[in-house]
């Protein structure tokens, strides 16, 4: 999951519909922006282009380096709820982080503001910015939490996967994303993107619900709104008063 810098919001590229192993249609690159954003489709399609998310029973991955350790987050959305059950053993510093983050309240209505159906829903902006400078390294702050060292991917992404985004090497900050299916098990080669957890049980009808509100309501991907939510908060996306939010979320 790469920075894409995009000045105007692009037609989605993926929809419900979206079938794996198949090339979405590609508008022509959108002119740059000052600030990065970060973008699932280029890892989705490099992946894809060589080959990756194929399901191999055979496929390893690297060993724990700490005993599991499982900790539970309740997210209360305007789509409903959901729990998370993060392994610290999959990413110790990963799940750490995502801890410290629900801790903090940062997640607090947040929104959900990137949903492309059948690939990924991608949150993590603070509704206030001056608590999103703490965090996000790209929000141009000397005070800044530093991102995390990568961590290798030690669990297959399928529908409710959590990860962090990032743009590339040592770049996990405050930005992460949910899977869905069926494009979301495409995800797990680029070096941030680490499974921290999955979504649990019946909660993952949440999900679905905030993909299909999303695309009833009609509105293009949004990855463009990272760079002015980051600046000015929630009333960034005024114009897109149907998106999902977090309303709040903590520990159980």
Same mark, same amino acid.
């Given at each position: 999951?790469? #920075?894409?810098?995009?000045?105007?919001?692009?037609?989605?590229?993926?929809?419900?519909?979206?079938?794996?192993?198949?090339?979405?249609?590609?508008?022509? +690159?959108?002119?740059?922006?000052? +600030?990065?954003?970060?973008?699932?489709?280029?890892?989705?399609?490099?992946?894809?282009?060589?080959?990756?998310?194929?399901?191999?029973?055979?496929?390893?991955?690297?060993?724990?380096?700490? $005993?599991?350790?499982?900790?539970?987050?309740?997210?209360?959305?305007?789509?409903?709820?959901?729990?998370?059950?993060?392994?610290?053993?999959?990413?110790?510093?990963?799940?750490?982080?995502?801890?410290?983050?629900?801790?903090?309240?940062? #997640?607090?209505?947040?929104?959900?503001?990137?949903?492309?159906?059948?690939?990924?829903?991608?949150? @993590?902006?603070?509704?206030?910015?001056?608590?999103?400078?703490?965090?996000?390294?790209?929000?141009?702050?000397?005070?800044?939490?530093?991102?995390?060292?990568?961590?290798?991917?030690?669990?297959? !992404?399928?529908?409710?996967?959590?990860?962090?985004?990032?743009?590339?090497?040592?770049?996990?900050?405050?930005?992460?994303?949910?899977?869905?299916?069926? @494009?979301?098990? !495409?995800?797990?080669?680029?070096?941030?993107?680490?499974?921290?957890?999955?979504?649990?049980?019946?909660?993952?009808?949440?999900?679905?619900?905030?993909? +299909?509100?999303?695309?009833?309501?009609?509105?293009?991907?949004?990855?463009?709104?990272?760079?002015?939510?980051?600046?000015?908060?929630? $009333?960034?996306?005024? $114009?897109?008063?149907?998106?999902?939010?977090?309303?709040?979320?903590?520990?159980?």
């Amino acid at each position: 999951l790469r #920075f894409a810098v995009v000045l105007t919001a692009a037609p989605s590229l993926l929809t419900s519909a979206f079938q794996p192993r198949v090339a979405p249609p590609i508008p022509s +690159r959108p002119k740059r922006a000052t +600030r990065p954003l970060f973008n699932f489709l280029d890892d989705y399609k490099a992946s894809r282009d060589a080959g990756g998310g194929e399901e191999d029973p055979d496929d390893g991955f690297p060993p724990a380096v700490c $005993e599991s350790e499982i900790h539970r987050v309740r997210f209360s959305t305007t789509a409903g709820d959901f729990t998370v059950a993060v392994d610290r053993s999959l990413s110790p510093s990963g799940v750490g982080r995502f801890l410290d983050l629900v801790e903090s309240g940062f #997640f607090d209505d947040q929104l959900l503001y990137r949903v492309i159906p059948g690939f990924v829903i991608q949150f @993590g902006v603070a509704s206030d910015p001056s608590v999103q400078a703490r965090w996000d390294p790209g929000a141009g702050e000397t005070d800044v939490v530093p991102p995390l060292p990568d961590e290798p991917n030690r669990s297959r !992404f399928r529908m409710g996967t959590l990860s962090f985004a990032g743009s590339g090497i040592d770049s996990r900050s405050c930005h992460l994303c949910i899977a869905l299916e069926p @494009g979301g098990a !495409f995800l797990g080669d680029a070096p941030h993107e680490t499974t921290l957890g999955h979504v649990e049980g019946d909660g993952l009808l949440a999900l679905e619900t905030v993909a +299909r509100n999303f695309e009833e309501s009609g509105y293009p991907d949004l990855t463009s709104l990272q760079g002015p939510l980051a600046m000015g908060g929630n $009333e960034a996306a005024s $114009e897109y008063p149907n998106l999902d939010r977090i309303i709040a979320c903590g520990r159980v």
